[in-house]
């Protein structure tokens, strides 16, 4: 299965952006990356997903490199509900569900 | 409904006891996955459904977890002879189109499963 590496924890203040790494070095040309997170006692929530070009929605940005062997999730001003656990997710093939990593637990300071 | 509805949201068991967990899925989301997950760990996928039928069962861990879905909208997870090292929050998701690539699946509160 194709893997990816996140940093355990990453700290943040408020109203500031966050650059949250994930890289995905045997990535292949028909894997999503997907991102996703989960506060505190939830159940985890969809983030944005994408392919190779960069990606924009409500909640965060989501920046690609050239190779796909890396991407990083963006929140553009963390606010201290922004706290959780990040994941980011290759989906390999249609059919195969979404396994999970242990992701990168964002703090956000105020 | 709004979203995933898991039922209940805790539930205590003796070991050795069976227990049954549900899932009430978005309605019309064709897809169906079951996930547990222990402290500090991410959820560990156990099954999915496409209908009625389990596409992928390749996560449960043993032959004392079983799920059904048979009529293709609420789910039960079984657990028989339940032991201490099930205890975890058993998380459902479910989505509209099967699961992979281009998809986004909506998960439950989870259910938080004890066993004494």
């Known amino acids: 299965d194709a893997k990816t590496t996140q940093p355990n924890s990453m700290e943040s203040n408020e109203e500031e952006p966050v650059h949250l790494p994930c890289n995905h070095s045997?990535?292949?040309?028909?894997?999503?990356i997907h991102w996703y997170r989960q506060l505190p006692s939830q159940g985890p929530e969809y983030v944005i997903h994408?392919?190779?070009s960069n990606v924009n929605n409500r909640m965060a940005s989501l920046a690609i490199a050239e190779d796909r062997k890396s991407s990083t999730l963006i929140l553009h001003r963390a606010t201290l509900r922004d706290a959780a656990v990040y994941y980011c997710?290759?989906?390999?093939?249609?059919?195969?569900?979404?396994?999970f990593g242990k992701g990168t637990t964002l703090s956000v300071s105020s | 409904g709004a979203g995933v509805s898991q039922t209940p949201s805790n539930k205590v068991t003796e070991k050795g006891k069976y227990v049954e967990l549900r899932c009430d899925p978005i309605s019309g989301h064709t897809a169906l996955y079951w996930y547990r997950q222990s402290l500090g760990q991410g959820p560990e996928f156990l099954i999915y459904?496409?209908?009625?039928?389990?596409?992928?069962d390749s996560g449960l861990p043993n032959d004392r977890f079983f799920a059904v879905r048979p009529e293709g909208s609420v789910s039960t997870l079984k657990i028989q002879r339940t032991e201490r090292g099930d205890s975890a929050v058993y998380l459902c998701?479910?989505?509209?189109?099967?699961?992979?690539?281009?998809?986004?699946?909506?998960f439950g509160q989870g259910t938080r499963l004890t066993v004494v």
């Open positions: 045997t990535i292949s040309g028909t894997d999503y």
């Open positions: 994408g392919l190779t």
């Open positions: 459904f496409q209908g009625t039928g389990a596409a992928d």
């Open positions: 997710i290759l989906s390999r093939q249609a059919g195969t569900a979404l396994i």
């Open positions: 998701a479910s989505s509209l189109a099967p699961p992979g690539m281009n998809t986004e699946a909506f």
